[in-house]
């Protein structure tokens, strides 16, 4: 459990530090976010303790982490939740279980992450953004 708070946590300093470079200005500096939540289920289960990056056309990420239900939320940055209003990219990752001879390899299939063709678009307000991924449908 603690390499997916690890992981999280490095995803999101980098995050972080991305944000702090391309915005050295502040809070000021951070534009208006939709706030965005939902559930992300795989082969009709909750996906649990997978990462979730919504990658806007222009501008800086946001991130978020399934819990126990397959419920995430996103976040911007460390002090602020949501996402930048158009349309994204979405990538869906999940670690395999720590000490197990997969514990590096995705558990979600390449083409919900690195190959990942799932959009989403945010609009200004709350935004309810499910994901039901079938590992077996080309």
């Known amino acids: 459990m603690w390499i997916y708070q690890l992981k999280f946590l490095h995803a999101l300093c980098l995050m972080t530090a991305c944000l702090l470079a ?7 500096d951070t534009p208006d976010l939709g706030q965005v939540s939902g559930t992300i289920t ?6 649990t303790q997978a990462s979730v990056t919504f990658q ?3 501008g800086a ?7 126990e239900t397959g419920h995430y939320e996103l976040a911007y940055n460390t002090d602020t939740q949501g996402a930048i209003p158009g349309q994204h990219a979405v ?7 720590p000490g197990s001879p997969n514990d590096t390899e995705d558990q979600v299939p390449a083409k919900f992450n690195q ?3 799932l959009t989403a678009e945010v609009k200004p307000g709350e935004n ?5 991924l079938d590992s077996k449908a080309k």
């Open 128 to 132: 309810t953004v499910n994901f039901d």
């Open 61 to 67: 990420p946001s991130v978020g982490m399934t819990d």
């Open 42 to 47: 795989l082969d009709g289960q909750p996906l």
């Open 115 to 117: 190959n990942s063709k």
């Open 22 to 28: 391309g915005c050295a200005g502040g809070g000021a």
């Open 91 to 97: 990538r869906i990752s999940k670690m395999g279980e």
């Open 56 to 58: 806007p056309q222009s």
